[in-house]
């Protein structure tokens, strides 16, 4: 282990406002079950934003997700943790509670042994930060949509048409790998500026990226839709219940609160996200499957990093990345978007700390 320093940089979030500076170096915290993550590359994910605006309900057993998604090397490794300093990792924020934001140059993750397994996962192969894509995120939609071929009982997505309502980082991925396991997608969006950012970085085809307000215009055409939104409203889930065709399944993915309900009907969209559970409901006199996904794996951080791996051209993560910003921009940046000031299409990272 390096030197460890008396003060660090670390971002804050208190009463909806991210500020930037610098702290004291816990020395207290340096323990047996804690592993020190000095982060290269962090994300900013619309989770984060959510948790800016209060606008996300915040799970006691995984705690809140500002700061989440990184990459970087082992700072510190207790005697207990299993890992040694220098090990290349990212993060699974879905395993303990225990850990403190990644927008800074340390971050301390606390846990058994087999959480610790679980919550810091080694990056394999070489990395030297130029063709740079975060692994969490592309994580949760490899266990999305392995959940609903689990959950369908199918096998593949082979012959099937899939459409996506939402053209962020998220609904981006999940063309890619629909795509990977068979299917043909059209996604929809609102804005203009991620259609035409997904068709000039060359992630989806001219005919495979069409405005929301076309969404009318295919009727019962879809053997699945996925809900990928930062918010999933009623209003996009009614699209979504529009665009699926008689026994499709609508995955449901994008944000959503307790409460939320598909509409018409009983169905509570949190509970079967959250629960991952797949249930029937009557919709506009169809039979719709809604299912859901939460979270990730250790397991689908290793799929994703084998299919990036042997399928680099079907997946070309390291195109979403539309800009980088310094650590010390990041709290301006980010409360940017959270008042509506600006909102930038694909991956927005965060470079560290420089290293003296």
Known sequence: MSTVPSTYETTRLRDGVVSFGAHAFPHEALGDDTVVIRPDHM??????????????????????????????????????SGFEAGD????????????????????????SKEQLEQAVVRVPGPYDGKDVWMPEPFACIVHALRKLLELTRLDSLGGKRVGIVGAG?????????ARHLGASVTVFNR??????????????????IRPLSEAGAYPDAFDVVVVAPTVATAELLETAGRLARDGAVVLVYGGTRKG?????????????????????VDHAGKRLGVSGAYGCFKEDYEEGFRLRAEHPEAFPLDRLVSRRIALAEFPD???????????PPGKVLVEAVPRV
């Open 333 to 343: 940046f980010v409360m940017d978007i959270a008042a509506g000031r600006t909102d």
């Open 88 to 111: 290349t990792v990212t993060l699974n924020p879905n395993i303990t509670p225990h850990r403190t934001t990644g927008f800074a140059e340390y971050v301390f993750v606390r846990g």
């Open 43 to 80: 994300g900013i994910c619309r989770a984060d934003v959510k948790e800016i605006l209060g606008s996300r309900d915040v799970p006691e057993d995984r705690g809140p997700l500002f700061g989440h998604e990184l990459v970087g090397s082992v700072f510190f490794a207790g005697a207990r």
């Open 260 to 280: 939320d309900r598909f509409p018409g009907g009983p169905v509570d969209v949190d509970a079967v996200r959250r629960g991952e559970l797949l249930t029937w």
């Open 169 to 177: 980082c998220a609904g981006l991925m999940f063309a890619m790998y």
């Open 191 to 208: 804005g203009g500026a991620r259609r035409a950012f997904a068709r000039e970085q060359g992630v989806l085809a001219a005919d495979e």
